[in-house]
């Protein structure tokens, strides 16, 4: 059973994961419905902790608890530039005191959601921690090629673009990896993780190897600032052997599908034909992303099982 | 699903088929406009009945009646002082509830919160020109002040015995059975509900 | 001074190889005699059956924090639990509050340390003006002040033609040059060891080429310059394999190890505790396994804690903002024995690279039992279970990663000068 949090995918196992996409997918038929709405968590209270800015994340979760209807509630401390470090117990013991049902966490760095879970009574949702994790991410990935595919055992998944800083690179490995899928990483040597391929995948620096035979093909963001770290030369040069457009879309399966957590640079990891009709799906993905968060307050939300029998 | 020696069968798959079809009988004998009939089985047990009781309305009055599956997990009101959360089943409404009778199925009826999560969950998709309700058993202990239109059997149990429908071979598929279990018997429900 | 009689402990005295049970005779300040059955009138007894009797240990790398942030530590409190764990004298690092860059810091500290600390504190002054990695300190008049050693610790000194001279001019004086060997433009932000820890946590990561870079470069340049280079909490294999063959090849080279270093792995990180990020971060199995058979071998001379202070709502924070650093003094002595019941050192060869090395490395006295030594003394029950809780230890900080847990051994008396200042069951005794 699973615990009280959901902080990772890593924590998670294949009955885990089956449970909350057999839920979602009964979630998205209330999301088909005229009324949108269940009274599952009502009186309940949601809230949102973003120390680091996500319109869509943030967005996502609150309509997932409304159409539960719970009362959610956004919390967005100071991030002044002045004050570089928030003490984790001080804001977990003023959200405490609200009582919470949920609290829904994303920081800019790796492990303050598990820091404010171990401090708080009420459950946590890691909704990105640095480059850590983002399971609901990776839920909704999950969910969209369910769907798409249905199945995911044997399928191969093809992640590329910028690994090493990227939650959702790891939550996807982890995720399709208990599933079944086989899991391939694309990226410039630089933007592989070090020893990452001791998680059970395979790292190429070739694009074109890593999409043989694809099913999935999922792209990642690639930032600015990776440009001033020094990861790779230039954007030219990054969407001249990682971006992907039709011609390198041919070296996958004929009904690949295309994905990526958005938002998008167009141009850049993906080309402009290819982002906007299938065989991408990066809408799907949006709107599965509101009944997989359904599915995660619906198991997560106002249980705690230190005081359950 | 092994048969234990303490539970014992109160309804056999001949006594479900006859209930089922005098029900339908008593559905046509109590409605004027049965072109507006539309069956909701409560999962996981309703949904045979509810099938049933279609396949006998369009042989003795030649009707189509609609079946669609409401599942109440969501509208249940002791979700969140369980423990674990209870899996959630299948919602299919093949036609909308406005100006309908709707007729909800359930197999076993008891404290009456089902059938009252049922109907709050029908308002949300529309509104209904009637509810009736139609329980295959029932075994009393109300709660809240809900009736049963069509009984298939009344059937007077102590609190703690469990009352279930189940397949003879396994899920609901074929022929059913009711059986009673006594205090404190494990076992898996198929069609328990409160 | 009185007179202090041990008794009955097993002696185990590094300088002479001596290791047997007799009793400890202490007089004026000096190891007055030792033998069984010392008559000893008018003598405090202290009953040492079943313990050990070794010289007081000595911890060539802490930061005491005063002068400037004595809300995380103090020279009173840092002596009073050095005392607490065993050590009579412990070497208090720079990077202070101002830096302990000029002989009226170092004076400064001494003072403090003379009022109001139980163990001797040994400064150890900046190598560079201001830690800033360019111009020299006045290391003559620093070592005439009472410093024992220069260091940039806490940073590295990057530009090596500075390094160079630093170690040159240290010849001069004839003191240790300690370096805190991190290339800081590989580190970067990296806050964990760079390794499959890393990557399951999401964090940057620290390679451990980082420290084997720096340790080369420093190890040529005492070799050019034929300067004593001490190299702080060395971390990694690769590291020790180029102070082993440098030290073949005659460079003059010490070289000191953590305690945490010995005995915790980057796995130790995995619940982002900050009470596990330290600098340089916790290492493989592999590097682990490296420090402690280099300890073993002798390639690491001695055992040093790292003590470092932090208060709790510094360490409270993201891993990624929390000041690196745990404290070290009142565990050093559980933690390190693992290595004696592991069967990685003998109880003599513990007492050495925790008392009679650090001594001589830091040209002290101490380090030694034989008769006419000045009496640092410290008994330490090698089996006596406790549960460590740092709210209940001396120093002001609680940033321990053995916080809460049951340790086995403790050093139940310590003395310094021939007088008591620690026994376990009244705590610290003086100032």
Known sequence: MMGRDLLAIEDLDRADLERILETAQRMEEVGRRDVKKVPTLRGRTLINLFFEASTRTRTSFEIAGKRLSADVVNFTPSSSSLKKAESILDTAMTLDAMAPDAVVVRHAVAGVPKRIADALEAPVINAGDGAHEHPTQALLDLFTVWQEKGRLDGLTVTIVGDIVHSRVARSNLYAFSKLGAEVRLAAPPTMLPPAVEALGVKAYTSLREALEGADVVMLLRIQQERLDGCFFPSIREYAATFGLDRAKLRYAKDDAIVMHPGPINRGVEIAHDLADRRPSVILDQVRNGVAVRMAVLYLFAGRNPRREG | ?194 | MGRIVIRSGRLLDPSTGRDETCDLLVEDGRIAACGRGLPAEGALAIDATGAWVVPGLIDLHAHLREPGQEYKEDIASGGRAAVAGGFSAVACMANTHPVNDDPAVTEYILDRARHESPARVYPIAAATRGLAGEVMTEMSALVEAGVIAFSDDGKTIMDSGVMRRVLEYSGLVRVPVIVHAEDCTLVRDGVVNEGPVSTRLGLPGNPAAAEAILVARDLLLAELTGAHLHVAHVSTAAALELIRSARERGVHVTAEVTPHHLTLTDEATLGYDTNTKMAPPLRSERDVRACRAALADGTLDAIATDHAPHAVHEKDVEFTAAPPGVIGLETAVPVTLELVRAGDLTPLEWARRLSTNPARIAARPGGSLAVGAPADVAVIDPERRWRYDPAKGFSKSRNSPWAGREMIGRAIATLVEGRLVYDVERGVLVP
């Open chain 2, 1 to 194: 699903m092994t048969p234990s020696l303490d539970a014992r069968v109160v309804l056999d798959d001949t006594a479900i088929r006859r209930a089922l079809v005098r029900i339908a009988h008593e559905l046509v004998e109590h409605n004027e406009r049965l072109d507006e009939l539309y069956l909701v089985a409560i999962p996981n047990g309703g949904v045979p009945l509810a099938r049933s009781i279609a396949a006998n309305l369009h042989q003795i009055a030649d009707l189509e009646v609609p079946v669609g599956i409401l599942d109440t997990t969501l509208y249940r009101d002791d979700l969140l002082s369980r423990g674990d959360r209870p899996p959630l089943r299948r919602t299919e409404m093949p036609s909308a509830v406005d100006g309908r009778v709707v007729v909800l199925v359930d197999d076993v009826v008891s404290t009456g919160r089902t059938i009252r999560a049922a109907m709050d969950a029908l308002m949300d998709f529309g509104r209904p020109q009637a509810v009736q309700v139609v329980g295959l058993v029932d075994r009393g202990h109300r709660e809240l002040p809900i009736k049963i239109d069509y009984v298939g059997k009344n059937l007077p149990t102590r609190r703690g015995e469990r009352v279930e429908l189940r397949g003879l071979a396994g899920g609901l598929e074929g022929p059913l059975e009711v059986v009673v279990r006594g205090d404190g018997e494990a076992g898996q429900p198929e069609g328990v509900t409160a």
